[in-house]
């Protein structure tokens, strides 16, 4: 009697395998330059560090990093929806101020008479206290003093040099 043969049926080949990929990878790579460049910059190692180390040692690069730091600090403490508030509200007054014409019919200077009649205007005083208010914040904080930005916001002394 003959014996029964076994034979698994090896699945058709449907893509590249992962050598075929990585060597197209590869090729793709060399091809537009991406490999010469990271090769370069691995090579130039000790040059780029010492012109890293030479633009941020300048003192106007040290008071740009600062700088972004303390604007960091300021926006981390402003909740999203109120710097949405705030940032829409001014894109709309520059909307408004850029679509404002002088010299425009109506609008003449608004004599003595219409000076007092603004100053009984119920909702344009409603409209200027908030700015009256924020000029008032803005004046009490260029008077502060402040030797360190970052002890002032999280109130832990600096270590000086």
């Known amino acids: 009697m003959a014996e029964r ?3 698994d049926v090896t ?3 449907i893509g590249k395998t992962a050598r075929e990929e990585l060597d197209q990878l590869l ?3 060399h ?3 991406v490999l010469r460049f990271a090769n370069d910059l691995v090579a130039a190692n000790p040059q780029i560090a010492k012109v ?3 633009g941020l ?6 008071n740009a990093i600062q700088n972004v ?3 960091a600090m300021m926006l981390s403490d402003v909740p999203p929806e109120r710097f949405y508030k705030v940032t829409f509200a001014v894109k709309d007054a520059l909307d408004r101020i850029a679509r404002h014409t002088p010299h425009k019919e109506g609008h003449e200077a608004p004599g003595v008479s219409g000076a007092y009649r603004m100053l009984n205007d119920d909702e344009l005083w409603q409209a200027l206290l908030p700015l009256v208010d924020g000029l008032k914040a803005f004046a009490e904080r260029l008077d502060r003093d402040t030797e360190m930005p970052v002890t002032e916001f999280t109130g832990k002394p600096t270590e000086g040099p």
């Open 31 to 33: 091809e537009h330059g």
């Open 69 to 71: 730091s303390v604007l």
């Open 57 to 62: 040692s300048k003192p106007g690069t040290l």
């Open 11 to 13: 699945p058709p080949r």
């Open 27 to 29: 090729e793709t790579l």
């Open 5 to 7: 043969i076994s034979h």
């Open 52 to 54: 890293l180390l030479d």
